[in-house]
T-cell receptor, first 117, second 111 residues
Framework: GAVVSQHPSWVICKSGTSVKIECRSL??????MFWYRQFPKQSLMLMAT?????????EQGVEKDKFLINHASLTLSTLTVTSAHPEDSSFYIC?????????????FGPGTRLTVT | RKEVEQDPGPFNVPEGATVAFNCTYS??????FFWYRQDCRKEPKLLMS???SGNEDGRFTAQLNRASQYISLLIRDSKLSDSATYLC????????????FGTGTRLKVLA
């Protein structure tokens, strides 16, 4: 199997606080994980590529100092939303890449719904 | 122009109908193609990869036309449980696993 978990599944925080979201690949090792954001009725937008042991690569328009990514091990990546504001309220989804030779697939976590009040 | 474009729908079809979704992509160097399904407030789940020769999985058939940069998904004998948003996904760059998602097409199968 290929299972990816996220924690927490939902969080409500006050404006100005920071929130950490964890993404874990439970039964495989993932050198590459991705973080997406999805606003209501919109598609997933890639925020950043997280590589184990190196700095994340951010997509254009995503502030790296606001969305801190740490990929400390082959099974864990974290996204910290710093100084969160109401406009950061969204559905954050991670994915982990499972490779087998030249074949690969991305498996998605169940998502974290963030509400900033 | 968006990198991956889909008709947002919604497509409302009766049970048993055949429905087709289309998707176009802008980067001719795109390497891999997929259809994902996303239920409301859930994560996307892989429905099927799309191969150059076309492929079928039960009631689902995917086609790829590289010359036209066009991908399609056909669902035959649609079921109520097929109601979801179908996302066209393209891996734009070789050497990375970066996926670009289309906006998705909403399908509602009616009893």
């Amino acid at each position: 199997g290929a299972v990816v978990s996220q924690h927490p599944s939902w969080v409500i925080c006050k404006s100005g606080t920071s929130v950490k979201i964890e993404c874990r690949s439970l039964d495989f090792q993932a050198t590459t994980m991705f973080w997406y954001r999805q606003f209501p009725k919109q598609s997933l937008m890639l925020m950043a590529t997280s590589n184990e042991g190196s700095k994340a690569t951010y997509e254009q328009g995503v502030e790296k100092d606001k969305f801190l990514i740490n990929h400390a091990s082959l099974t864990l990546s974290t996204l910290t939303v710093t100084s969160a504001h109401p406009e950061d309220s969204s559905f954050y989804i991670c994915s982990a890449t499972k490779t087998s030779g030249s074949f690969y697939e991305q498996y998605f976590g169940p998502g974290t719904r963030l509400t900033v009040t | 122009r968006k990198e991956v474009e889909q008709d947002p729908g919604p497509f409302n079809v009766p049970e048993g109908a055949t429905v087709a979704f289309n998707c176009t992509y802008s980067n001719s160097a795109s390497q891999s193609f997929f259809w994902y399904r996303q239920d409301c407030r859930k994560e996307p789940k892989l429905l099927m990869s799309v191969y150059s020769s076309g492929n079928e999985d039960g009631r689902f058939t995917a086609q790829l036309n590289r010359a036209s940069q066009y991908i399609s998904l056909l669902i035959r004998d649609s079921k109520l449980s097929d109601s979801a948003t179908y996302l066209c996904v393209v891996n734009m760059t070789s050497g990375t696993y970066k996926y670009i998602f289309g906006t998705g097409t909403r399908l509602k199968v009616l009893a």
